[in-house]
């Protein structure tokens, strides 16, 4: 299986931060990477998915880069609703993986 | 409207079988990839299984061989299928609708507690 890295696992900032999350892929996955959203007790949220399209109804504020292994969610300008548990998933191989996850604090 | 609601989680003894439901309405089960991804308390989110709407299944190595996902047509409900439970496998189980690989749709999740 394709192993997923995400850094950090947390985070702490501030309203109106700019934020970046990253996840590292163990081998290349051409940008068939997704991005969640989790909110406490709630099932996670899909925000972007091909590396850099975001989801009909997602904030602009979202957006993701990246290429081969290495891939970026960031967030400008957060607002007190971003505030949640971040997830990248693969979609290359034949089944799928998730990072650990990114919690981000406020400071 | 898509919607998801899972059902069938509960408390189960070491050993024992559990059967998950995931009624789908807005859109046709079969037709579709759909997914089962689990939580431990916690813990972050772990594919569990895939069913792919030609029929294939995938499996986590470490529930393959225990459980069995599978779908119903004429009720658009899929199913999960545990036995042979553990304790590790205490979770909030999903149900995830999956457009070209991530899951556009998700269920409310039931909870799984495995304890003697």
């Known amino acids: 299986d394709i192993q997923m890295t995400q850094s950090p696992s947390s985070l702490s900032a501030s309203v109106g931060d700019i934020v970046t999350i990253t996840c590292r892929a163990s081998?290349?996955?051409?940008?068939?990477l997704a991005w969640y959203q989790q909110k406490p007790g709630k099932a996670p949220k899909v925000l972007l998915y091909?590396?850099?399209r975001l989801e009909s109804g997602v904030p602009s504020r979202f957006s993701g880069s990246g290429s081969g292994t290495d891939y970026t969610l960031t967030i400008s300008s957060l607002q007190p609703e971003d505030f949640a548990t971040y997830y990248c998933?693969?979609?290359?191989?034949?089944?799928?993986?998730f990072g650990q996850g990114t919690k981000l604090e406020i400071k | 409207e898509v919607q998801l609601v899972e059902s069938g989680g509960g408390l189960i003894q070491p050993g024992g079988s559990l059967r998950l439901s995931c009624a789908a309405s807005?859109?046709?089960?079969?037709?579709?990839?759909m997914g089962w991804v689990r939580q431990a308390p916690g813990k972050g989110l772990e594919w569990v299984s895939i069913?792919?709407?030609?029929?294939?299944?995938y499996y986590a190595d470490s529930v393959k061989g225990r459980f069995t996902i599978s779908r119903d047509n004429s009720k658009n409900t899929l199913y999960l299928q545990m036995n042979s439970l553990r304790a590790e496998d205490t979770a909030v189980y999903y149900c995830?609708?999956?457009?070209?690989?991530?899951?556009?749709?998700w269920g409310q999740g039931t909870l799984v507690t495995v304890s003697s």
């Open positions: 807005g859109f046709t089960v079969s037709s579709n990839y």
């Open positions: 995830a609708k999956i457009r070209s690989g991530w899951c556009d749709y």
């Open positions: 091909g590396a850099s």
């Open positions: 081998q290349g996955i051409s940008n068939s």
């Open positions: 069913l792919y709407s030609g029929g294939s299944t």
């Open positions: 998933q693969q979609y290359y191989s034949t089944f799928y993986t």
